[in-house]
């Protein structure tokens, strides 16, 4: 499909998702080749009418570049005109001539529809039936219908459905250059952590925000913008904090059961807890993500300790650490950093590059060695494996890089498992 053609589908995906009849249309779609019965199939079992009408606007931006004009067509047959004149006003749409357009025949006694397509029967005219060879299908999909929607339902239950393009937002801070009066370096490396990130994350359909050298009320701000927006219309959310970090001190009893450990500092020099930051899109604060997997990336430290394992040859001149020595702000105006609470957690994820109290590694030409691992296991495994199985291969990869060990981890407060939906 043309470029021009999928930005009139999802400029008009609200209402397509909220109006759009679909039951009609399935034979139309069939007899016009824009679809196969399989395909059908498969969108029939995104669920309700809205996911079945979201998946099919996603599927049709795959489908060529009569796939547009023909499904305004379709549109128009249904009696569905408000929206084939809303996808006709996006653009100037080419108009399909006779031969694109295959006649709908009436046959009085038609053969039975293809039993994976099902309708109402009460279409707005009668439709050409299906020819011989889809009259057959390869399985007897009426005897196993009932065992499909089982398992969907099932699957449903045990792993995150991520059905929209994009499937949700991403940002990334990224903090190189802090100010003299933190008393914190530059951090070399971190802008080729960045680009691998957003190039990865593109690639896995998310939306990438990426914001540079933010303070530390610039960065709360950043991520209460982002837990403010409307993901209603989204599957998931992700977050990525590169920068240095800190295990913040222990100032009460409250503080004591932080469920997120660590936090990481603006390029003021001061810090922001990873529980407030978390907190941000709990389901109080960020209704419309209730019940949707949010991810966090952070690349930063969690205290200062240095873990010498065992020895291996490495080269450790070009290697830095993140960590950083712990700064109480005076008057204890950023106290609430480190005894902010979070609610019962649900839906989300938090991997540290490094275990809590101990740095982490990065290298000043091929950035630290978290991201470089993480996107290399997303480039191999994305496509086939879970979230959780793939920082099980980063953890034990990047566990035996260096001099120096480092040994990710994360707190997994998951209810399903995560797949990224891959190119």
């Known amino acids: 499909m043309e470029e021009d053609h999928r930005q009139s589908l999802r400029r008009a995906r609200l209402r397509l998702v909220q109006e759009l009849q679909v039951e009609p249309l399935w034979e139309l779609l069939l007899h016009q080749e824009i679809f ?27 489908r060529g570049k009569r796939a547009l004009p023909a499904f305004i067509w379709c549109l128009q047959e249904t009696g569905q005109n408000d929206l084939a004149a809303l996808l006709s006003a996006g653009g100037d749409q080419p108009q399909l001539h006779p031969a694109d357009l295959k006649p709908v025949e009436i046959h009085p006694h038609s053969k039975p529809r293809d039993p994976r397509i099902t309708t109402s029967g009460n279409l707005p005219f009668p439709v050409q039936e299906l020819n011989e060879r889809r009259q057959k299908p390869s399985r007897d999909i009426t005897a196993t219908r009932g065992s499909v929607e089982e398992n969907t339902r099932r699957n449903a239950e045990t792993v995150y459905v991520l059905r929209t393009d994009p499937c949700g937002y991403c940002l990334i801070i990224n903090n190189v250059n802090f100010s ?7 951090r070399a490396g971190s802008d080729v952590d960045c680009e691998k990130l957003e190039k990865r994350f593109r690639s896995l359909h998310f939306e990438v925000l990426t914001r540079r050298d933010l303070k530390a009320q610039e960065t709360v701000a950043e991520l209460q913008s982002l837990a403010t927006r409307d993901h209603s219309s989204l599957d998931c959310c992700l ?27 603006g390029t003021d020099g001061r810090s922001i807890a990873v529980e407030k930051i978390v907190s941000y899109f709990n389901g109080t604060h960020c209704p419309s993500l209730r019940g949707k997997p ?11 300790k240095k873990d010498r394992g065992f020895e ?9 650490s993140d960590a950083s020595p712990i700064q109480v702000p005076a008057g204890g105006s950023d106290q609430t950093d480190a005894v902010a609470s979070l609610p019962t957690p649900s839906d989300i ?36 494996e879970d979230l959780l199985n793939m920082l099980l291969r980063v953890a034990n990869a990047v566990s035996a890089k260096g001099e120096y060990k480092q040994m990710p981890g994360c707190f997994n407060f998951l209810r399903k ?7």
């Open 294 to 304: 949010k991810l966090f990336f952070i690349q930063a430290c969690g205290g200062e």
């Open 312 to 320: 291996v040859d490495s080269d450790p001149s070009a290697v830095e």
């Open 239 to 265: 977050v990525v904090l590169l920068s240095h970090g800190c295990q913040p001190p222990v100032l009460s009893l409250q503080a004591s059961h932080i469920q997120f450990p660590g936090g990481i500092y």
């Open 36 to 62: 196969t019965p399989d395909m059908i199939e498969e969108i029939q079992k995104a669920g309700t009418r809205r996911d079945q009408a979201r998946q099919l606007v996603i599927d049709l931006q795959t």
């Open 417 to 423: 498992r995560f797949f990224f939906t891959a190119k």
């Open 180 to 186: 003299s009066a933190s008393g914190l370096s530059s």
């Open 349 to 384: 994820l938090v991997s540290y590059s490094t275990f809590p109290g101990f740095v982490s590694w990065r290298n000043k030409c091929t950035g630290s060695w978290y991201v470089e691992t993480l996107d290399h296991v997303l480039e191999q495994y994305a496509h086939s």
